[in-house]
């Protein structure tokens, strides 16, 4: 027992030191910039407000996101995405998110990421912890994705987005 917390003191004071660097997942991927709106988002996982966070889980919002300019060197074929927003820095406002152009900084997923940026709602029925894939009608439209046409949502990619989308003009 004292050798265990002996080996983990002179871990601890190593790593602090400088002498061990802790592994760190790198960042193989580049960043995708595009401009457009969202479209909608998960009702149930939206946080207008940046949440509390008092466990090892990142809160996520699910959104549909129509790219109406992607930057040069991205994939112009895509203009529906779904998006994983990753709620690290801050949430996204109301107003924010019913702007009329937004400016995204996204990346492919992982392959050690396991989403299809869908997520999961609680299904109903007896059992509160049963989920399933989220639908369409889990989704509320934004005041400027009201008219659109969204393409079924299994055929549409799925991008991560870990910082807020800049506004690039107010709402509508």
Do not use: C, E, H, W
């Given at each position: 027992m004292i050798?265990?917390?002996s080996s983990a003191v002179i871990i601890c004071l190593?790593?602090?030191s400088g002498k061990i660097v802790p592994c760190q997942v790198k960042k193989e991927q580049r960043s995708i910039s595009g401009e457009g709106v969202v479209v909608a988002f998960q009702q149930k996982s939206r946080h207008s407000v940046t949440p509390a966070i008092g466990g090892i889980a990142t809160p996520a919002e699910y959104w549909i996101v129509r790219v109406d300019q992607w930057a040069e060197r991205?994939?112009?074929?895509?203009q529906y995405i779904l998006v994983q927003?990753?709620?690290y820095e801050r949430a996204v406002s109301d107003s924010e998110i019913n702007s009329s152009r937004l400016r995204f900084s996204l990346r492919p997923r992982?392959?050690?990421e396991h989403t299809d940026c869908l997520g999961r709602v609680f299904a109903g029925?007896?059992?509160?912890?049963e989920t399933r894939p989220a639908k369409l009608s889990d989704y509320q439209r934004t005041k400027v994705g009201g008219a659109d046409?969204?393409?079924p949502l299994k055929s549409l990619p799925c991008f991560i987005a870990d910082e807020p989308p800049v506004v690039v003009e107010g709402k509508n």
């Open positions: 050798n265990m917390f190593l790593v602090f991205a994939d112009k074929g895509q927003f990753n709620l992982r392959t050690d029925g007896r059992r509160s912890s046409k969204i393409p």
